[in-house]
């Protein structure tokens, strides 16, 4: 069946720092890849998502590139504001699991000044 | 602005009573689904549906029921709840398309006592 593995939090970094966090998958399928990040309090919101090998998703300074030889999907930003901090959950959805996402465990991310 | 809401956002009941989670989109969409999110687990789906009349089952289904009598609504309901269903609760919808983005709900907490 599918799933999704990310790295474990939570994640500290300074203010501008370089942000990775890291995501492989399995899927029987030609999945669709997703990033979604969950604000304190709040539901889940798209932050980007590539369709197919190759395609790079890019939202608010974030991107992740769909690497099917290696199966991951790598979220990174070059420089973190404290409005980053929230967890981020790397998701796929294919035909084999219809229209419902499989989600990693999510990644504690918090951002000092 | 089209939206998807949850209710209540914070429920509190007793182990065995029967509880009814409601949710409502003005997405228009034919698909929603439910997932309950647990600290160490991410989000797992419960149940999720097509469309009108269409129900299907998630990974973590046992105890819990849905149905689709209309396009905006999709209640979960917990024959007799558990405290094992002590969760957070997210109600999503998204079009035909594996690559479409799921829209959330903000949540409901539920504790059972």
């Known amino acids: 069946g599918n799933s999704v593995t990310q790295m474990e939090g939570p994640v500290t970094l300074s203010e501008e720092a370089f942000l990775t966090i890291n995501c492989t998958y399995t899927a029987t399928g030609y999945p669709s890849l997703f990033w979604y990040v969950q604000y304190p309090g709040e539901g889940l919101q798209l932050l980007l998502k590539?369709?197919?090998?190759?395609d790079k998703g890019s939202n608010k300074g974030f991107e992740a590139t769909y690497r099917k030889e290696t199966t991951s999907f790598h979220l990174e930003k070059g420089s973190v504001q404290v409005s980053d901090s929230a967890v981020y959950f790397c998701?796929?959805?294919?035909?084999?699991?219809?229209?419902?996402?499989?989600f990693g465990k999510g990644t504690s991310l918090l951002v000092t000044p | 602005d089209a939206e998807i809401t949850q209710s209540p956002r914070h429920k509190i009941t007793e182990t065995g009573r029967q509880v009814t989670l409601a949710c409502h989109q003005t997405w228009n969409h034919n698909n929603m689904f439910w997932y309950r999110q647990d600290l160490g687990h991410g989000l797992r789906l419960i149940h999720y549906?097509?469309?009108?009349?269409?129900?299907n089952k998630g990974e973590v289904s046992d105890g819990y029921s849905v149905s689709r009598s209309n396009t905006e609504d999709l209640p979960l309901t917990l024959e007799s709840a558990a405290s094992s269903q002590t969760s957070v609760y997210f109600c999503?919808?998204?079009?035909?398309?594996?690559?479409?983005?799921?829209?959330f709900g903000p949540g409901t907490r539920l504790t059972v006592t």
């Open positions: 590539a369709t197919k090998a190759d």
């Open positions: 998701a796929l959805s294919d035909r084999n699991s219809g229209y419902a996402l499989n």
């Open positions: 549906s097509y469309g009108v009349q269409d129900t």
């Open positions: 999503a919808s998204s079009e035909l398309d594996r690559a479409s983005e799921q829209y």
